[in-house]
C-alpha cells in the first residue's frame, strides 16, 4: 500500500469522532469522500472511473489532484458538487452528506462551492461586469449588493478598469480573472479549479496560481484543483493526491510526495520536472570503470528527499568524500522549506569509496541516498 507512508486517511467518522489521528490541531475537513466509487454507461458498456476513494481533504488548505489522462480527475473533482453523482460510496462537503439534500438544498450547497474550469465559460454576450454580476441576480441579491459584490471582487481579481469590456477582448489570464470574480460571488468556502492554467501561457499561469495562492490565504477559501502538470502542484499545494486508474496511487504534503515519489504513476508524472542527466555526460558514462589505464572519474549521485532538515552542504560533503570531489550537474528545489533533488559528483577514479550507508545516516549524513551510476574517462 504506497499511501500507507504518507498522511493515513480518515474517515468522515474519525474526524468527528476525534480518532487517534487526528490531532487537537488539524483542522476540520472540507470534503470527506467515503468508498466513493463512480461507473459511468456508455454505448461501449460500463466505464468504471473511480474505486473506492477513501479521503479527507483539510479545510484551508490547497489540495492539488494529478493524475494522467483519464485516471478520474475531473469525474473525483465534480462529485463535490454532485455535478457527478457518484455510484458508490457518499461525500461528505463540510460535515453535509450532499447525496441526501434535496433539489432545492443542493442549489444552496452549491452556492458554498465555487468552480473555475479550463476553458473560462464566461458568456460572450455580457460584460465583465454581467458575467460576475449574473449568478447574484439569479439568486435575487438586491442590486445595490449586486453592485457592491461585483465591484469588490473585480479588484480582488486585478479587473477594475474592464468592467464594460466583452470577454473576447480579454486575454485568456484576464478571463480566468473574471471566471475566478464570478466563483466567488457567494462568499463559499470551498473553491474547485478544474484544469484552471492549462489554457494559459507560462508567465499568466504563474499570475493566476499567484491569484489563486492570494485568496486561498487571504479569505480562508479551500482550494482543490485538478491538473496534469505537477509544476502547478509544485507551485501552489500544500497537499497533493496521486490518482491512477481511478485509484489513490498516493497522497500526502507535497514535499514528501514529490521527495520520495513512491507509485510508478506520480515517478512517471515527476520526471519532466527532474534534473536529468546533461547529453554529454549521459554519452561518457559507461557502465565499467575503463581498463586501458586512462584517467577516469566515478560519478556519485547524492539524493535528496527533503526528510530531517537535510540540505547539500558542499564543504560538508567534500570533507567526507575522499579526494577532490568535483560538482558535475545538479539541481536542488525547496518546496514548503524542504530540499530536494540530486547532485551529480566526480571523484577521481581510483579513490577508495566510503561505506555509503555511514555517509546517508545521523547527524553526519551528507545525502538521503547515494549511488555510483558509472564512470567517466
Ligand atoms: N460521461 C462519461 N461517459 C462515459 N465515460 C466517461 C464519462 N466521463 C468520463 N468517462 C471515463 O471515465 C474515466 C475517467 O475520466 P475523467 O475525465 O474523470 O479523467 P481525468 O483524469 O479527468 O482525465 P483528463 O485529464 O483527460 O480530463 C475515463 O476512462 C473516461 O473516458
Not at 96 to 111: A, H, K, M
Not at 278 to 295: F, H, I, T, V, Y
Not at 322 to 349: E, K, N
Request: overall charge negative; aromatic content about 4%; hydrophobic content about 40%.
Amino acid at each position: 500500500m504506497h499511501e500507507a507512508h504518507h498522511t493515513p486517511v480518515q474517515t468522515h467518522a474519525q474526524v468527528i469522532a476525534g480518532h487517534p489521528n487526528s490531532t487537537e490541531s488539524s483542522p476540520p475537513a472540507a470534503v470527506v469522500f467515503e468508498q466513493v466509487g463512480k461507473t459511468y454507461q456508455s454505448s461501449a458498456g460500463p466505464v468504471a472511473a473511480l474505486h473506492a476513494i477513501d479521503l479527507s481533504i483539510p479545510s484551508g488548505c490547497i489540495y492539488g489532484i494529478i493524475g494522467r489522462s483519464g485516471a478520474g480527475k475531473s469525474s473525483l473533482l465534480r462529485t463535490i458538487n454532485r455535478l457527478e453523482e457518484p455510484s458508490e460510496g457518499r461525500v461528505m462537503v463540510e460535515g453535509v452528506d450532499i447525496g441526501t439534500l434535496s433539489q432545492q438544498e443542493l442549489v444552496r450547497q452549491r452556492r458554498r462551492i465555487g468552480m473555475i474550469f479550463q476553458h473560462f465559460n464566461l458568456l460572450s454576450a455580457k460584460t465583465v461586469w454581467d458575467n460576475v454580476a449574473l449568478p447574484l441576480r439569479v439568486a435575487g441579491v438586491p442590486e445595490p449588493q449586486v453592485k457592491e459584490r461585483v465591484q469588490a471582487l473585480l479588484e480582488l481579481v486585478g479587473l477594475a478598469d474592464k468592467h464594460n469590456t466583452y470577454p473576447r477582448r480579454l486575454s485568456g489570464g484576464q478571463k480566468q480573472r473574471v471566471g475566478i470574480a464570478r466563483a466567488l460571488v457567494h462568499n463559499p468556502p470551498i473553491l474547485l479549479c478544474d484544469e484552471a492554467t492549462s489554457a494559459l501561457d507560462p508567465e499568466t499561469t504563474q499570475a493566476i496560481l499567484q491569484l489563486l495562492k492570494d485568496i486561498n490565504q487571504r479569505l480562508n477559501i479551500t482550494i482543490i484543483l485538478i491538473t496534469h502538470e505537477m509544476s502547478v502542484i509544485r507551485e501552489i499545494a500544500d497537499e497533493v493526491l496521486v490518482l491512477e486508474q481511478g485509484r489513490i496511487a498516493e497522497h500526502g504534503p507535497v514535499w514528501q510526495v514529490f521527495g520520495a515519489p513512491e507509485h510508478p504513476a506520480t515517478q512517471a508524472l515527476l520526471a519532466p520536472l527532474q534534473h536529468s542527466l546533461p547529453e554529454d555526460l549521459a554519452a561518457r558514462l559507461q557502465p565499467q570503470p575503463p581498463n586501458n589505464g586512462q584517467p577516469f572519474q566515478q560519478v556519485l549521485q547524492l539524493f535528496y528527499t527533503g526528510q530531517a532538515g537535510l540540505v547539500p552542504d558542499l564543504p560538508h560533503i567534500a570533507a567526507r568524500l575522499p579526494g577532490h570531489p568535483m560538482l558535475l550537474h545538479g539541481g536542488v528545489d525547496r518546496i514548503q522549506g524542504h530540499a530536494q533533488g540530486s547532485l551529480l559528483i566526480g571523484l577521481d577514479g581510483h579513490a577508495t569509496l566510503p561505506d555509503f550507508s555511514l555517509l546517508t545516516q545521523g547527524e553526519q549524513a551528507i545525502a538521503h541516498r547515494i549511488e555510483v551510476i558509472g564512470y567517466v574517462v
